[in-house]
T-cell receptor
Framework: KNQVEQSPQSLIILEGKNCTLQ??????????LRWYKQDTGRGPVSLTI?????NTKSNGRYTATLDADTKQSSLHITASQLSDSASYIC???????????FGTGTRLKVLA | EAGVTQFPSHSVIEKGQTVTLRCDPI?????LYWYRRVMGKEIKFLLH????????ESGMPNNRFLAERTGGTYSTLKVQPAELEDSGVYFC??????????????FGPGTRLTVT
């Protein structure tokens, strides 16, 4: 069964601190993995995309890693800001299709 | 360029009633997707249109749900009759044709459906 699991479920950090979110997946065939940010009341917005051959991708203060052998990914947020408060969702595309498999997300709260 | 829009933003209906959700994709995007997130669960795929044709409707929960995309532009998702378990947030997304899953799907803000 295609599945994406994320941890932790929620996280609270102080502004300026770093944090790392985890994603494990069992999706076959694998096409690519995206991290999405979802602000409250809005739709998800893509932060990064990685294909099978890529093991790291950065977007400003966001850095995603992918280990295709262990089927794990992480999203590292550097020097967090209040605006980083949101849900972060790991999404894996099923190869040969347009289908997305979503994780349940990590709810991040950044405190001043 | 306008993003994906959805209407209404929130709908509250009674069990047994009918509700129609609307999605306007980004202009020129032939792929249109419907997703749903029920309380505490992950977002799940419902169906995928390519232009006006249903490419994959394997995620539709039952025949109370009917999606249409006449003319290949906007899409509607009708729930008739609504049940309590249909409550959740319904997202629409769109993407350009081609590239399989490599093209980003752009999401709308969602419609929050509450069935009482």
């Amino acid at each position: 069964k295609n599945q994406v699991e994320q941890s932790p479920q929620s996280l609270i950090i102080l502004e300026g601190k770093n944090c790392t979110l985890q994603c494990n997946y069992t999706v076959s065939p694998f096409s690519n993995l995206r991290w999405y940010k979802q602000d409250t009341g809005r739709g998800p917005v893509s932060l990064t995309i990685m294909t099978f051959s890529e093991n790291t991708k950065s977007n400003g203060r966001y850095t995603a890693t992918l280990d295709a052998d262990t089927k794990q990914s992480s999203l590292h947020i550097t020097a967090s800001q209040l605006s980083d408060s949101a849900s972060y969702i790991c999404v894996v595309s099923v190869g040969g299709t347009y289908k997305y498999i979503f994780g349940t997300g990590t709810r991040l709260k950044v405190l001043a | 360029e306008a993003g994906v829009t959805q209407f209404p933003s929130h709908s509250v209906i009674e069990k047994g009633q009918t509700v129609t959700l609307r999605c306007d994709p980004i202009s020129g995007h032939d792929n249109l997707y419907w997703y749903r997130r029920v309380m505490g669960k992950e977002i799940k795929f419902l169906l995928h249109f390519v232009k006006e044709s249903k490419q994959d409707e394997s995620g539709m929960p039952n025949n109370r749900f009917l999606a249409e995309r006449t003319g290949g532009t906007y899409s509607t998702l009708k729930v008739q009759p609504a049940e309590l378990e249909d409550s959740g947030v319904y997202f629409c997304a769109s993407s350009p044709l081609g590239g399989q899953g490599l093209y980003e799907q752009y999401f709308g803000p969602g419609t929050r459906l509450t069935v009482t």
